[in-house]
């Protein structure tokens, strides 16, 4: 060991005449040590946050959308669905209809924005029909269609098979609908008639349930066959959106161009990176933000450091003095101190890490930490620890940990030792 580190240690582990230095530096590792795992666990919370709902966005969602910039919708789909599969960076393409609808049950009602889909094509792009808790999707597999009434616009509905829906859970939830309950969908979609525009309703009978997690599509999302799509909205043979999967998602805005490109003209393409960059540019913030103001508790713990330093080099001046009656020079000495504080950083920095990460990952393992769906989009607090937080945790709290050593280290090297030892 060198000789100033042995010297460093020993003033750490070293009987103090004056008790309250070593309460000064026992405060100071736990200061350092609180601050160190505080960190580490706002940025697993920030971390985590932004992994989940990103994850449950392209779990949600299609990667890029394709859609008419002057229509309503596209038709001759399929020759097209057939020239986009065909593009490179295209993994799976899904046709798409949405509509915003009405659906009740009884005096219960809540809106919705129901999507009609082919299921096969559907769940090569997005994972939410798999996320189906109660129920099935089954029944939205076009070779399950049956005959189906047509929607009706007056107080009369012919008693025919209902067509399936799958319902979003906080949106079933609202109305009280269950697996198998009968639901009136109402489309604002109507036909005029002499009194007016009156709505295209038609009952549906609630297939599944689905439980996603994000709370947007949760709490007003619904799924239908393309086809009945088709007939409530009064769309025949007619999509609004093309989805795709592509084999690189964080390329989507290129890609998107390509595939606007190849469909011609009067086709625009979105991407999951241009819908959501607020979001994640808020979360980037609020990571940063978050990081600065943790990092005011390691600066403090610093701060305890500096005082605990500079009453150790008051009650050791006769002890310095002495050292450099013996040759010791104050290049040294000013490193004695230095490796002191640095040793108490450490030490601090070391178990906070423990702490931290210990914490992130019960937090992360058993979700004991619930959101409100609602304000947060996610019903869970999620923690995603990286070693590289670690690190850089570490070498800040490190670096201001030593900054706060150079005023008492030098102090200490300027001590002069016929000064220090007159009146002993």
Same mark, same amino acid.
């Given at each position: 060991?060198?000789?100033?580190?042995?010297?460093?240690?020993?003033?750490?582990?070293?009987k103090r005449r004056q008790a309250v230095v070593g309460v000064v530096t026992a405060i100071s590792v736990a200061g350092v040590a609180a601050g160190v795992a505080a960190?580490?666990?706002?940025?697993?919370?920030?971390?985590?946050?932004?992994?989940?709902?990103?994850?449950?966005?392209?779990?949600?969602?299609?990667?890029?959308?394709?859609?008419?910039?002057?229509?309503?919708?596209?038709?001759?789909?399929?020759?097209?669905?057939?020239?986009?599969?065909?593009?490179?960076?295209?993994?799976?393409?899904?046709?798409?209809?949405?509509?915003?609808?009405?659906?009740?049950?009884?005096?219960?009602?809540?809106?919705?924005?129901?999507?009609?889909?082919?299921? =096969? /094509?559907?769940? *090569?792009?997005?994972?939410?029909? #798999?996320? &189906? %808790?109660?129920? @099935?999707?089954?029944?939205?597999?076009?070779?399950?269609?049956?005959?189906?009434?047509?929607?009706?616009?007056?107080?009369?509905?012919?008693?025919?098979?209902?067509?399936?829906?799958?319902?979003?859970?906080?949106?079933?939830?609202?109305?009280?609908?269950?697996?198998?309950?009968?639901?009136?969908?109402?489309?604002?979609?109507?036909?005029?008639?002499?009194?007016?525009?009156?709505?295209?309703?038609?009952?549906?009978?609630?297939?599944?349930?689905?439980?996603?997690?994000?709370?947007?599509?949760?709490?007003?999302?619904?799924?239908?066959?393309? =086809? /009945?799509?088709? *007939?409530?909205?009064?769309?025949? #043979?007619? &999509? %609004?959106?093309? @989805?795709?999967?592509?084999?690189?998602?964080?390329?989507?805005?290129?890609?998107?161009?390509?595939?606007?490109?190849?469909?011609?003209?009067?086709?625009?393409?979105?991407?999951?990176?241009?819908?959501?960059?607020?979001?994640?540019?808020?979360?980037?913030?609020?990571?940063?933000?978050?990081?600065?103001?943790?990092?005011?508790?390691?600066?403090?713990?610093?701060?305890?450091?500096?005082?605990?330093?500079?009453?150790?080099?008051?009650?050791?001046?006769?002890?310095?003095?002495?050292?450099?009656?013996?040759?010791?020079?104050?290049?040294?000495?000013?490193?004695?101190?230095?490796?002191?504080?640095?040793?108490?950083?450490?030490?601090?920095?070391?178990?906070?890490?423990?702490?931290?990460?210990?914490?992130?990952?019960?937090?992360?393992?058993?979700?004991?930490?619930?959101?409100?769906?609602?304000?947060?989009?996610?019903?869970?607090?999620?923690?995603?620890?990286?070693?590289?937080?670690?690190?850089?945790?570490?070498?800040?709290?490190?670096?201001?940990?030593?900054?706060?050593?150079?005023?008492?280290?030098?102090s200490a090297s300027r001590i002069l030792p016929a000064e220090a030892l007159r009146y002993e």
């Amino acid at each position: 060991m060198r000789f100033e580190l042995f010297i460093a240690a020993r003033y750490l582990k070293a009987k103090r005449r004056q008790a309250v230095v070593g309460v000064v530096t026992a405060i100071s590792v736990a200061g350092v040590a609180a601050g160190v795992a505080a960190l580490i666990i706002a940025l697993a919370i920030t971390t985590g946050m932004r992994r989940d709902l990103q994850d449950k966005l392209l779990g949600s969602t299609s990667a890029v959308d394709l859609m008419r910039v002057e229509s309503d919708g596209i038709q001759d789909w399929r020759s097209l669905l057939e020239k986009l599969r065909a593009q490179p960076h295209v993994a799976a393409v899904a046709p798409g209809l949405f509509g915003q609808v009405l659906v009740s049950r009884g005096p219960r009602a809540g809106f919705a924005l129901v999507k009609g889909v082919v299921p =096969a /094509d559907e769940r *090569r792009v997005s994972r939410l029909l #798999d996320t &189906i %808790t109660s129920g @099935s999707a089954s029944d939205l597999n076009p070779e399950a269609q049956n005959q189906i009434s047509e929607p009706v616009s007056g107080e009369t509905a012919i008693n025919r098979p209902e067509p399936p829906i799958v319902l979003g859970s906080d949106l079933a939830e609202q109305i009280g609908a269950q697996v198998s309950d009968s639901v009136l969908v109402t489309s604002p979609q109507g036909e005029l008639t002499p009194l007016g525009l009156a709505p295209r309703y038609q009952r549906f009978r609630v297939a599944g349930i689905f439980h996603s997690g994000f709370y947007q599509y949760d709490s007003a999302m619904g799924f239908m066959r393309l =086809a /009945d799509t088709q *007939r409530l909205f009064s769309e025949p #043979d007619l &999509i %609004t959106v093309v @989805s795709f999967r592509i084999d690189d998602l964080y390329n989507a805005p290129e890609i998107g161009r390509e595939i606007e490109q190849a469909a011609g003209q009067g086709y625009m393409t979105t991407n999951w990176i241009e819908q959501n960059r607020e979001l994640f540019r808020a979360l980037k913030l609020e990571q940063i933000v978050t990081f600065i103001v943790i990092a005011l508790i390691v600066i403090v713990a610093a701060l305890n450091i500096l005082i605990a330093l500079t009453m150790m080099v008051m009650e050791k001046t006769r002890d310095i003095a002495v050292l450099m009656s013996f040759g010791v020079d104050p290049a040294q000495v000013r490193r004695i101190f230095m490796l002191q504080g640095l040793l108490i950083s450490v030490i601090g920095t070391a178990i906070g890490l423990v702490l931290g990460y210990a914490a992130a990952w019960a937090g992360g393992h058993y979700h004991f930490i619930h959101l409100s769906a609602e304000v947060y989009s996610i019903d869970t607090l999620p923690f995603a620890p990286r070693a590289l937080d670690g690190v850089i945790v570490s070498v800040v709290s490190v670096g201001i940990s030593l900054l706060a050593t150079l005023y008492p280290s030098t102090s200490a090297s300027r001590i002069l030792p016929a000064e220090a030892l007159r009146y002993e």
